[in-house]
């Protein structure tokens, strides 16, 4: 494992924080965070930006669009963009985040061609449709059907959370294509438009008032077969690739951005006094240490995803545990600084602090990443 950047990775980095510095003064002003359609255009225009300036797919490889650059350059992308205010990923999380890999990892020739370049150029956005009401955690327990009929599957049943359905293009679909079969065996992992007849979309609001997520009805919704990404009944194995990427990637600029929030909390801390409480300044810098270390683990996790070929390892759920854990104790400690400013529903850390609750639930519980680590990483026998 190697923590030290070479000279020619300075130098992406010096390069790109010129150009941060000459186009990020030129973008729009940002849309409100309920105005979905704004923060889709707004989303797809830096994606824009990003793909004309060689920044697009940056680690993906070469023969899939991408730019084929080494994991430190995508570490260094995602610490400066961050370090910069540059807009995250957002409305385009799915498709660059987990969509995107799932194809170039899984993926015939014909749909990485068909679905790979929209997505770095921000023209298409993507949904997840993995969870269900009674397949979250237990996953493997979905039960929305898929039915052969010559080349197109009908499918009927219905996902729930689903992220930015409302204005997704496409949803990487989970269905059950073999109900005789073991449940982990009967799935497969379909690309479906969200356009297509049959598909209704109903918003769920969260605690923070954002509508970000849905519930996506499907009556007899008819996908072409030459959609489904990996063998029939393979869904399984190729939705393991995508939740490896989202949680062992997905998550990794945002602990620059809360080391960020950090110091402004301790600045804060400092102008209103609460800074002379020991207990506070204790825990700020026991949140310092670990977000201190979250970064190490990433480059930890990036280096060893670089020997195992480029698919991040069970170490993601390393990750994800203890970072959504973090991040909650981080707004905790923002909630203590503002003391009675925390009421204020329009302050970003007190809405960030309401989001910051659900990171221990989305991308996998904790409870479920406890049994990853515990199965996978420490070899400890399955309790079921
Ligand atoms: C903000 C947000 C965005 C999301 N976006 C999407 C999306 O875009 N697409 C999508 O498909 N899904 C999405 N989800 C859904 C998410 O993946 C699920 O909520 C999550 O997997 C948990 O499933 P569940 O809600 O059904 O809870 P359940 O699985 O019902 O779990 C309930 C409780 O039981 C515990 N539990 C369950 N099984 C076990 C076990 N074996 N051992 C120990 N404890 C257990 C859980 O940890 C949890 O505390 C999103 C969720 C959130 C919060």
Redesign the pocket.
């Known amino acids: 494992m190697d923590l030290t950047y070479t000279p020619e990775e300075e130098d992406f980095r010096a390069r790109l924080r010129q150009w941060l510095g000459e186009v990020l003064p030129l973008l729009p002003a940002k849309p409100a965070a309920t105005d979905w359609p704004g923060r889709r255009a707004y989303d797809a225009a830096w994606q824009r930006m990003l793909y004309d300036a060689g920044y697009a797919g940056l680690h993906w490889p070469r023969d899939a669009g991408g730019q084929g650059v080494t994991p430190a350059q995508h570490l260094i992308f995602l610490e400066e963009t961050e370090l910069a205010g540059a807009p995250y990923v957002g409305a385009n999380f799915?498709g660059l985040l987990h969509a995107g890999p799932t194809i170039v990892a899984e993926g015939t020739p014909e749909q990485r061609a068909r679905w790979l370049p929209p997505i770095l150029r921000g023209d298409e956005i993507w949904?997840?449709?993995?969870?269900e009401p009674d397949a979250?955690?237990?996953l493997a327990a979905l039960r929305t059907r898929a039915v052969r009929d010559g080349d197109t599957y009908v499918i009927s049943g219905s996902?729930i959370?689903?992220?930015h359905a409302e204005i997704a293009d496409w949803c990487e679909l989970l269905v059950r294509t073999d109900p005789e079969a073991p449940k982990h065996r009967g799935i497969s992992w379909l690309a479906m438009p969200m356009d297509a007849p049959g598909v209704t979309v109903r918003p769920l609001r969260t605690l923070a008032g954002s509508a970000e997520?849905a519930e996506v009805f499907l009556d007899e919704v008819r996908v072409p077969a030459a959609d489904r990404v990996g063998a029939e009944n393979d869904g399984w194995r190729v939705t393991n690739v995508t939740l490896a990427f989202e949680r062992g990637t997905a998550f990794v600029g945002e602990v620059v951005a809360c080391r960020r929030v950090l110091g402004a909390l301790a600045r804060t801390a400092r102008d209103n006094g609460r800074w002379d409480d020991a207990v506070l300044r204790r825990r700020l810098g026991r949140l310092s240490a670990e977000f201190t270390a979250l970064w190490r683990l990433t480059q930890w996790n990036v280096s060893a995803s670089r020997s195992a070929g480029g698919a991040p390892g069970a170490g993601g759920s390393v990750f994800k545990l203890r970072y959504s854990h973090a991040r909650q104790e981080l707004y905790d400690a923002a909630a203590e600084v503002l003391g009675a400013g925390a009421l204020d529903a329009d302050h970003t850390w007190v809405a960030d602090r309401l989001s910051a609750l659900?990171y221990t639930?989305?991308?996998?519980?904790?409870?479920?990443q406890r049994?990853i680590v515990a199965e996978r990483i420490l070899g400890l026998p399955k309790g079921?």
């Open positions: 799915v949904c997840q449709g993995f969870s979250g955690s237990d996902k959370w689903t992220s997520f659900s639930i989305a991308a996998g519980t904790s409870q479920i049994n079921r």
